[in-house]
């Protein structure tokens, strides 16, 4: 079992910027691919930005490309989002997820990720 927690959620105004960040813990000795999706009111989760878990690759929507960077640290299964130039459309829950048993592939796919987070609101007013 692993579990994600994800915080550094909260509010700004359009074209601030916020940083999340994501732990994931509870199987030792693993490193993990890990990614973030974000649900808004009313609209089916969406993928935003993954990593691989060597962090040799990245992966980013296109909506959020050159605004948001996704880093981890080199020995920890802890990741972060940094989000600029946010946008009110960018407002949603982030949620943070892990990926154990999936191949090296559709890093976009959230059937792709075996452990979520609860999520943490991100609100961009304009």
């Known amino acids: 079992q692993v579990q994600a927690v994800e915080s550094g959620g909260g509010m700004v105004q359009a074209g601030g910027s916020l940083r999340l960040s994501c732990v994931a813990s509870?199987?030792?000795?693993?490193?993990?691919?890990m990614g973030w999706f974000r649900q808004a009111p009313g609209l089916e989760r969406e993928f935003v930005s993954a990593?691989?878990?060597?962090?040799?690759?990245?992966y980013y929507a296109d909506s959020v490309k050159g605004r948001f960077t996704i880093s981890r640290e080199s020995s920890e299964n802890t990741v972060y989002l940094q989000m600029n130039s946010l946008k009110p459309e960018d407002t949603a829950v982030y949620y943070c997820?892990?990926?154990?048993?999936?191949?090296?592939?559709?890093?976009?796919?959230?059937?792709?990720?075996?452990?979520w987070g609860q999520g943490t609101q991100v609100t961009v007013s304009s």
């Open positions: 997820a892990v990926r154990v048993f999936a191949p090296d592939r559709d890093y976009d796919k959230a059937r792709s990720y075996d452990y």
């Open positions: 509870g199987r030792a000795g693993g490193r993990f691919g």
């Open positions: 990593i691989t878990w060597s962090g040799d690759r990245t």
